[in-house]
């Protein structure tokens, strides 16, 4: 049964004079009868996440021969079986180069993030994530959650720009101490009690945005941006200790996990895959509880560090020093990776659709944009780069498609998924790849 609670009601509150805005989860008191939308009639938000894997696959074992609906699953993509209808596969789509090096592990990854290619190791403009991240990103406590299931924190691939890098959180520990740590406040308490220092932290906060004007009057254009760039991390972390000042209402969905068991973190397969799925799970239920709204997972680095129990030759060495195997064709060793990996998102994408949310799932609500960096490692082929997409985002991507357009622009798999976000560019890319033209066809 509805009741009469109205959801901007309980989002607005008051702060030292000022207003406020907390986030809630989506209670079915919320929801229109048919758990479809806001019993406003709005729909239920959508999610934005990038997940990444190292050094590509084999094309002739991983791209469909059908192109459309009900595609096949070659060997390295029968992992996804399970959610095949859930996902978008995308092949053929190519990293141009204006006569810049392909800068191996790199390039593909510049143009498929941001899409632009440098001929210095040096993202120069937002990647995607922090594109959809200024859209949906400014009303949760984290503007984005950012994880290397390799336990390094170097390994991530969000920027703003070159000196403004997320690093990843290494373990689940971590990242649950983040997350459902001392400043997490379980929405089913019954009592709540802010944190004297995070009200002295807003103060002061508050006192230095108000001096802004002052100091972008006496600077030069550089020091102007750079210290824009700094204002709008000051209104980002106000932002998040507002959040965490007000007291948070009921969540039925948001349940408070136990906090993981003690685990190595490491390069070793098996330990990936254990981390990777631990904190998939960590990650659906801060989504479900509404602490973020945009993430990026990365399975394996770009230039894939992965290793197997007893080797110390790692995955990417693998693919330039282990021969082809005359009678399968492909390198045994390094396409063990590949099919791992393949495991790994499918584990992925299960763990975000099995959360319940209105009448269809967590995933149903979210935008997932799985890539690899190259096509086929041992020679860095960037022309045919692996990307999927798995979710409906809310209704506005149709699933189950494989779409082939050899030799397009990679930046048209990008700007798609930008314009699903409801980001408003009218194109997008550097060069060659600028394009304005989305891939309708998996658009609904």
Not at 48 to 63: A, D, E, K, L, V
Not at 167 to 179: F, G, H, M, N, W
């Amino acid at each position: 049964m509805k009741t009469s609670i109205k959801r901007r009601q309980l989002l607005r509150g008051m702060m030292g004079g000022a207003g406020v805005a907390v986030a809630l989860p989506f209670l079915e008191c919320f929801l229109n009868a048919n758990g479809t939308a806001l019993a406003s009639g709005r729909p239920l938000p959508v999610r934005f996440g990038t997940w990444n894997w190292g050094c590509g696959m084999n094309p002739q074992r991983w791209i469909p021969t059908k192109i459309g609906k009900d595609y096949d699953l070659p060997p390295e993509l029968k992992y996804i079986a399970a959610i095949k209808d859930q996902v978008n596969v995308f092949s053929g789509y190519k990293a141009i180069l204006d006569g810049k090096p392909n800068l191996p592990h790199i390039s593909g990854m510049m143009a498929l993030r941001s899409g632009q290619v440098a001929a210095k190791e040096s993202y120069d403009a937002p990647t995607l994530d922090v594109l959809v991240g200024d859209v949906i990103g400014t009303d949760t406590r984290f503007r984005s959650l950012e994880m290397a299931a390799t336990g390094n924190p170097n390994h991530s691939y969000s920027y703003r720009n070159a000196t403004s890098k997320n690093p990843a959180e290494v373990s689940p520990i971590s990242l649950y101490t983040r997350i459902f740590g001392t400043d997490f406040h379980d929405p089913n308490a019954a009592d709540f009690k802010p944190d004297p220092k995070l009200m002295l932290r807003k103060s002061v906060l508050s006192g230095v945005s108000e001096q802004r004007a002052a100091f972008l009057d006496q600077l030069g254009a550089t020091d102007k941006a750079r210290l824009d760039e700094y204002f709008t991390s000051v209104r980002q972390l106000e932002q998040q200790l507002d959040l965490q000042l007000q007291k948070p209402p009921p969540a039925e969905a948001c349940k408070v996990p136990k906090q993981p068991a003690d685990a190595p973190v490491g390069t070793e397969v098996g330990q990936v895959l254990q981390n990777h799925k631990l904190m998939a799970e960590l990650l659906a239920m801060a989504l479900a509880c509404n602490q973020t709204k945009v993430f990026n997972m990365v399975y394996s680095d770009s230039a894939s560090t992965l290793r197997m129990p007893g080797e110390q030759m790692i995955h990417h060495l693998m693919t330039h020093e282990e021969p082809i195997d005359a009678a399968l064709g492909y390198q045994p060793k390094a396409t063990y990776f590949v099919e791992r990996s393949m495991e790994a998102w499918a584990t992925f994408v299960s763990t975000l659709a099995a959360v319940r949310e209105g009448d269809g799932t967590l995933l149903d609500n979210c935008l997932v944009f799985g890539h690899s960096d190259t096509e086929f490692a041992r020679i860095h082929s960037i022309s045919g780069i692996p990307v999927m997409m798995a979710g409906k985002a809310g209704g506005r991507m149709k699933t189950g498609i494989h779409m082939n357009e050899t030799g397009e622009p990679i930046t048209r798999v990008g700007f798609t998924a930008l314009q699903i976000m409801g980001v408003p560019l009218d194109k997008w890319g550097m060069g060659s790849m600028q394009t304005s033209k989305a891939i309708t066809e998996v658009m609904a």
